[in-house]
């Protein structure tokens, strides 16, 4: 992991829509995270996206949905992304450097919020690769665990490397001087990989259908009645956890309509 945390080497640009990264670290070859300042009028709720990008070379903003992967309260904002070699935005954005100009439109949105769900007792947070950034600052929102007795965080990966920002930021959790109190013994963390060896493998959807993810974790199996949940991965992981979900009696809640469950795509890939 190497971060980057320098004397920004330009000033602040003065594009619109433009905020300044203040450091960048580097996870994987596939993986990196960056944070920027954040415009003193943007308000956010926890799971939320906004649209960030660079200029792109004909002189137009070349944007893309991020979610936000810092907490509401915090002074600056964060994003967690994958580096696609010949993606448009994060070919050059796994570039930057502290003190670059970052284009954020500052308008929030999204389903991936506590408000699309009715009251409930336990909350799956369900996430593969980059998916996991929503629930980073959702785990750091006092609301989620003032809402539910137990949260399960399910987050899957190919490698163990890529886990890692997901690991740090839960290992954090209990040391946290907002949260660390409200978080008691209330998180299940259950990371898995599926193509290199570690203690907990296999797919999310294969061990929430086996039910091995109960069984090793002691709890019982989804309850509509109880169980809330929170998908956000690619496509094809999405729409096979909706299955999932949908057969054991939960459905898809919005802002407008609350129910069980919510979804959203890890955007960039
Ligand atoms: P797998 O290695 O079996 O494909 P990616 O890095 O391609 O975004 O994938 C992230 C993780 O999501 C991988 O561990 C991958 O498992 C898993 N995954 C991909 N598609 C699905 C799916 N449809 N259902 C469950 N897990 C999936």
């Given at each position: 992991?190497?971060?980057?945390?320098?004397?920004?080497?330009?000033?602040?640009?003065?594009?619109?829509?433009?905020?300044?990264?203040?450091?960048?670290?580097?996870?994987?070859?596939?993986?990196?995270?960056?944070?920027?300042?954040?415009?003193?009028?943007?308000?956010?709720?926890?799971?939320?996206?906004?649209?960030?990008?660079?200029?792109?070379?004909?002189g137009k903003p070349l944007l893309r949905a991020y979610?936000?992967?810092?907490?509401?309260?915090?002074?600056?904002?964060?994003?967690?992304?994958?580096?696609?070699?010949?993606?448009?935005?994060?070919?050059?954005?796994?570039?930057?450097?502290?003190?670059?100009?970052?284009?954020?439109?500052?308008?929030?949105?999204?389903?991936?919020?506590?408000?699309?769900?009715?009251?409930?007792?336990?909350?799956?947070?369900?996430?593969?690769?980059?998916?996991?950034?929503?629930?980073?600052?959702?785990?750091?929102?006092?609301?989620?665990?003032?809402?539910?007795?137990?949260?399960?965080?399910?987050?899957?990966?190919?490698?163990?490397?890529?886990?890692?920002?997901?690991?740090?930021?839960?290992?954090?959790?209990?040391?946290?001087?907002?949260?660390?109190?409200?978080?008691?013994?209330?998180?299940?963390?259950?990371?898995?990989?599926?193509?290199?060896?570690?203690?907990?493998?296999?797919?999310?959807?294969?061990?929430?259908?086996s039910g091995k993810v109960f069984a090793d974790l002691?709890?019982?199996?989804?309850?509509?009645?109880?169980?809330?949940?929170?998908?956000?991965?690619?496509?094809?992981?999405?729409?096979?956890?909706?299955?999932?979900?949908?057969?054991?009696?939960?459905?898809?809640?919005?802002?407008?309509?609350?129910?069980?469950?919510?979804?959203?795509?890890?955007?960039?890939?």
């Amino acid at each position: 992991m190497t971060v980057t945390q320098a004397t920004p080497r330009k000033a602040t640009p003065t594009l619109p829509d433009a905020q300044t990264v203040t450091s960048v670290t580097h996870y994987t070859d596939r993986l990196f995270a960056f944070r920027c300042t954040r415009p003193r009028s943007l308000r956010f709720r926890s799971g939320e996206f906004v649209m960030i990008g660079l200029m792109g070379d004909n002189g137009k903003p070349l944007l893309r949905a991020y979610s936000i992967a810092s907490p509401s309260w915090d002074e600056e904002l964060e994003f967690y992304s994958i580096k696609v070699p010949d993606g448009p935005l994060t070919s050059k954005l796994q570039h930057i450097q502290p003190g670059d100009a970052l284009i954020l439109r500052p308008k929030p949105v999204g389903t991936l919020v506590l408000d699309a769900l009715l009251p409930g007792k336990r909350l799956w947070m369900l996430a593969t690769g980059t998916g996991i950034a929503p629930f980073a600052s959702l785990l750091r929102d006092p609301e989620t665990w003032e809402k539910y007795e137990q949260v399960i965080v399910m987050h899957t990966c190919r490698d163990v490397d890529e886990l890692t920002y997901g690991r740090n930021l839960i290992e954090a959790l209990p040391e946290d001087p907002l949260i660390g109190e409200l978080v008691g013994g209330k998180l299940l963390y259950y990371p898995t990989t599926t193509r290199e060896k570690s203690a907990h493998m296999g797919r999310i959807t294969d061990n929430l259908t086996s039910g091995k993810v109960f069984a090793d974790l002691g709890i019982p199996p989804l309850n509509p009645g109880f169980d809330r949940a929170m998908v956000c991965g690619s496509l094809a992981f999405n729409l096979d956890v909706k299955a999932i979900l949908e057969a054991a009696g939960l459905r898809e809640g919005a802002n407008s309509d609350p129910a069980e469950y919510v979804v959203e795509k890890a955007f960039v890939d």
